[in-house]
């Protein structure tokens, strides 16, 4: 299986491929033109899956820098229709000029050895990769049940989510993990947070989660919960 590594940059674009457990670096493109470029190389390389860095703060909070990628990762998406994920991309920088001092490689080459780590990241642990979805499904909460209350919604599992402007509480604070939702969530106006250790639980009285996957995540906290409802 062939899989194309990127790691965006505002000026160029580094790319990667790697056919079986390691990667290796293959370009760099600019933005002028790219989208005909990287269609032409995704066919030529037969590539079957698109793995793009996350730029985050060391801190592991989402910038600007990552919006930009994010939607990046979206017309990529829309572009070709495969399976396009992201990771985390922290220290790939660092890690490219360590391996471009060692090997003597052109510093020209930088940002596709950033791509190749990249790439190596996604494939050590494939489970750590965020899907970009091509099309997002819609959840809903119940107003009624929110009114008047701290309320955390936790993980939403997509942007659209009915009934959130209805919500009348005396506070509401969304913590939010995937890359695709964070965006959504920020172009709707809200801010949402994405590091656990700014969440002090015992602030909320409604916690509001994924019914499918977030059943147990709290079983030891003492306030009281709602279930996020996801068709």
Do not use: W
């Not at 940059?9 to 491929?17: E, P, V």
């Not at 091509?134 to 939403?156: I, S, T, W």
């Amino acid at each position: 299986m062939n899989i194309l590594g990127i790691d965006y940059g505002d000026s160029k674009i580094g790319l990667a491929l790697s056919s079986g457990s390691y990667s290796s670096p293959l370009t760099v493109i600019s933005h002028v033109g790219y989208k005909k470029k990287l269609a032409e190389l995704i066919k030529e390389k037969f590539v079957e899956i698109i793995v793009i860095g996350l730029p985050l703060s060391m801190s592991g909070k989402y910038s600007n820098s990552s919006l930009k990628a994010i939607a990046f990762a979206e017309k990529i998406k829309k572009m070709t229709g495969l399976p396009v994920f992201m990771v985390d991309e922290r220290l790939s920088s660092v890690f490219a000029n360590t391996i471009m001092k060692l090997s003597g490689t052109k510093k020209a080459m930088e940002d596709a050895v950033s791509a190749a780590d990249i790439l190596d990241r996604y494939i050590r642990n494939p489970s750590m990769g965020y899907e970009i979805k091509g099309r997002l499904q819609g959840c809903k909460v119940e107003p009624d049940q929110l009114f008047n209350h701290a309320v955390l919604l936790y993980n939403p599992p997509s942007p659209l989510i009915d009934g959130i402007e209805k919500i009348d509480c005396r506070a509401l604070d969304i913590y939010c993990e995937h890359p695709q939702v964070y965006l959504h969530l920020k172009s709707k106006g809200f801010l949402p947070k994405n590091l656990r250790d700014e969440l002090d639980f015992s602030c909320y009285d409604i916690i509001v989660i994924d019914k499918n996957t977030g059943r147990s995540i709290f079983k030891n906290f003492s306030g009281s919960f709602s279930l996020l409802q996801c068709p």
